[in-house]
């Protein structure tokens, strides 16, 4: 029977610290060969979504896919969103648009295995998203950072900034996180909550420079 599994269900069962060992088994999977992977597709295409005349949008449909052998299983990610290109500061930018009901976004993953070719569960990818690049960037400064790092320059307060601190905190004794974002109520808020969820001091810096200026890893998050 196939596994339908909400982003709720994945909340419940994943921590940060399994995501970062298996990842990590993972990549060295794809290093030695024995799992594969299919780079990442996108397709655009007019959306009849009412955005505004004067904003280009569009639907982009994306997929990612791989097989590891290790668990016999493979896995396609799919996305299908609607998204705009609205001036910012004079420059084109992209955003995603909460289109689909309730103001959601719509991500699936599709899990096979490759002993019987069954498909084994379909899940929302709202949190694995999030645990993924999290744990992906946390791998990264094990191998690159230094043992004692403890300091943090984040450049972005969105959706995945706290998830990446989260993962960063399990690899190295991170203490504090200086923040810059170019909205100071947002990443005032964002401050606050994760210092609060984390324990790690945060604190808003004025400018990128200031965010980056002397710490020991620096990231950028959505």
């Not at 339908?4 to 990842?23: F, K, P, Q, R, Y």
């Not at 994306?62 to 590891?68: E, H, M, Q, S």
């Not at 690049?133 to 706290?162: D, H």
Request: glycine share 8%.
């Amino acid at each position: 029977m196939t596994l339908i599994l909400s982003t709720s269900d994945a909340e419940h069962v994943l921590d940060m610290g399994s995501a970062i060992a298996c990842l990590e088994e993972t990549y060295a999977d794809l290093g030695s060969g024995s799992a594969i992977y299919r780079g990442r597709t996108d397709l655009f295409h007019p959306t009849a979504a009412a955005i505004g005349a004067d904003i280009p949008a569009a639907h982009q449909f994306k997929t990612l896919d791989g097989a590891i052998p290790r668990w016999q299983v493979a896995s396609i990610r799919v996305t299908s969103d609607v998204v705009a290109f609205p001036l910012v500061d004079g420059a084109r930018r992209r955003i995603k648009l909460p289109a689909a009901e309730n103001q959601s976004w719509v991500g699936l993953v599709f899990l096979f295995s490759s002993a019987t070719g069954e498909l084994i569960a379909i899940l929302q990818d709202g949190i694995l998203q999030k645990y993924a690049v999290g744990a992906i960037n946390a791998i990264g400064a094990k191998y690159l950072a230094r043992q004692n790092a403890k300091i943090v320059g984040l450049i972005g307060a969105g959706n995945q900034a706290g998830p990446q601190i989260a993962a960063l905190g399990h690899i190295r004794p991170i203490e504090e996180v200086r923040v810059f974002s170019p909205k100071r109520e947002e990443t005032e808020a964002f401050c606050a909550r994760q210092q609060n969820e984390l324990g790690i001091d945060f604190c808003v810096a004025e400018t990128p420079e200031a965010a980056l200026s002397g710490v020991d890893i620096a990231i950028t998050a959505t």
